[in-house]
């Protein structure tokens, strides 16, 4: 009877211990990662669930907050869609959408200011030093300079987004200072109007893609709802882990890369022709998909290569 016991303590034991030598193998497995990336500058795109579910975001922006402790100059560029509309729709104003942006009039313009501004910036601000990092929100509209963007119907005609830009140079002197401070920058998808000054609403995946091109960062980090890019959206198991930037017109042609994932995916390779190493879809639903994807080297999402 006591070796019996004797004998299921130090099953026990064994088992504690097997997962304790687990956890320090990540960390090994973490280590040349952690030493290439010292010092570069990760681009991360917020959006999705993950933008919506406090405790995924909490999560999320805690594991940012860990790629900074260990050396690594993160920037997020976020969304906030679903924050907009219904602030929209508090304020009795219906959401429109043309070709997938968002038709932003006057009085859509000040509620889309509003609310990326005092709402969901300052909340990612806050959440950052609830974990002890530094961080500082920053309009967009100082960093962003753009364009009007046209939209296209149902018929292929041009159209009218209102308040819409297309960002076409991005100031980024403000994100160097905060950077070299040891603060997480935290930009908004606000653009303003290079000929008018006017602010204008913009597309955070392709704000976020300009300014990665331009600080020539490491990785640029797309934050969404779905695992990558999948042969097969119902089957988990057909996620492509890597592509070639060659490779994603072809699988557009297939149909494997279609609806909102195909401007994403034309905006990361857009990314690595300016000079940013690599692009990574990752989904935020699954807990520290951030740091699986950069840090083990199998990954968890699609990477996208030169």
């Given amino acids: 009877m006591g070796f019996?016991?004797?004998?299921?303590?130090?099953?026990?034991?064994?088992?504690?211990?097997?997962?304790?030598?687990?956890?320090?193998?990540?960390?090994?497995?973490?280590?040349?990662?952690?030493?290439?990336?010292?010092?570069?500058?990760?681009?991360?795109?917020?959006?999705?669930?993950?933008?919506?579910?406090?405790?995924?975001?909490?999560?999320?922006?805690?594991?940012?907050?860990?790629?900074e402790a260990v050396g690594i100059n993160p920037i997020i560029v976020h969304g906030g869609g679903k924050a907009i509309s219904e602030a929209m729709e508090s304020a009795g104003i219906e959401s429109k959408f043309i070709s997938g942006q968002r038709f932003t009039d006057q009085d859509s313009i000040q509620i889309v200011e509003d609310t990326l501004g005092t709402k969901v910036n300052s909340n990612l601000v806050r959440l950052v030093k609830s974990h002890g990092g530094k961080a500082a929100g920053i309009s967009g509209t100082k960093v962003f300079s753009s364009d009007r963007m046209l939209g296209i119907n149902e018929n292929g005609e041009e159209v009218d987004l209102g308040f819409v830009g297309s960002v076409k140079e991005c100031s980024v002197e403000e994100l160097q200072e905060l950077i070299i401070k040891e603060t997480i920058p935290v930009v908004s998808p606000l653009s303003k109007e290079s000929s008018s000054g006017h602010t204008l609403n913009t597309n955070a995946d392709l704000a976020a893609s300009a300014l990665a091109g331009t600080m020539h960062v490491a990785k640029l980090v797309y934050i969404s709802d779905v695992l990558g890019v999948m042969r097969d959206p119902d089957d988990d198991g057909s996620l492509i882990h890597s592509i070639c930037c060659s490779e994603v017109e072809p699988l557009a042609d297939e149909g494997v890369i279609s609806g909102g994932m195909l401007p994403k995916l034309r905006s990361a390779v857009d990314a690595i022709s300016s000079g940013v190493g690599k692009v990574h879809l990752i989904d935020g639903r699954i807990p520290h998909s951030l740091l699986l994807e950069i840090f083990t080297n199998t990954g968890v999402g699609t990477e996208i290569v030169p």
């Fill in 4 to 67: 019996s016991f004797l004998e299921h303590k130090m099953s026990d034991h064994s088992e504690s211990l097997r997962e304790h030598i687990d956890k320090a193998a990540t960390l090994i497995e973490a280590l040349p990662y952690i030493q290439g990336f010292r010092g570069k500058c990760f681009l991360i795109k917020l959006g999705g669930s993950a933008m919506e579910n406090p405790d995924l975001l909490d999560a999320l922006l805690r594991d940012v907050v860990l790629l």
